[in-house]
């Protein structure tokens, strides 16, 4: 799971201020509906910009784009999905711009996903996962 960044946003000036004070909670909240033997890495880039190159190819990337983090987030997308890993997005950008997001992403999310999360995970572990989750 990775939250992308503005390059801008990994200042050191800018992180204690909006992210110390307001900290992102969307991928862990997700996080949380996945069974004990699942591994899971969140990876946030306000905090530590992340080399996309060094990563291993995991099962299944879930990108949460903010509109600001958006060409960031598509590129991380496009570059796993190339690898052949199926890419899931979700959060106000691809709610607001859901067409937008599904050009980068094999499973998109708009509004909540608390209620679509769970769907999701039984249809991706059944090898059947939708294309969009609308809550």
């Known amino acids: 799971m990775i939250l992308p960044a503005l390059t801008e946003a990994t200042s050191p000036l800018f992180r204690p201020v909006k992210y110390s004070l307001f900290p992102p909670l969307g991928l862990a ?19 530590e910009r992340v080399d996309i190159e060094a990563l291993d190819s995991p099962d299944l990337l879930v990108v949460q784009p903010y509109i600001t983090s958006a060409r960031r987030s598509y590129e991380i997308a496009d570059h796993f999905r190339a690898r052949g890993v199926h890419v899931a997005m979700g959060g106000l950008h691809v709610t607001s711009l859901p067409d937008e997001a599904a050009a980068h992403a094999d499973t998109i999310f708009t509004g ?16 059947v996962p939708g294309r969009r989750y609308d809550s």
Do not use: Q
């Open 29 to 47: 909240t997700l996080a949380g509906y996945l069974d004990p033997d699942d591994e899971v890495t969140l990876l946030d880039e306000h905090v």
């Open 112 to 127: 909540p996903g608390e209620d679509t999360w769970p769907l999701f995970l039984k249809e991706f572990r059944d090898g």
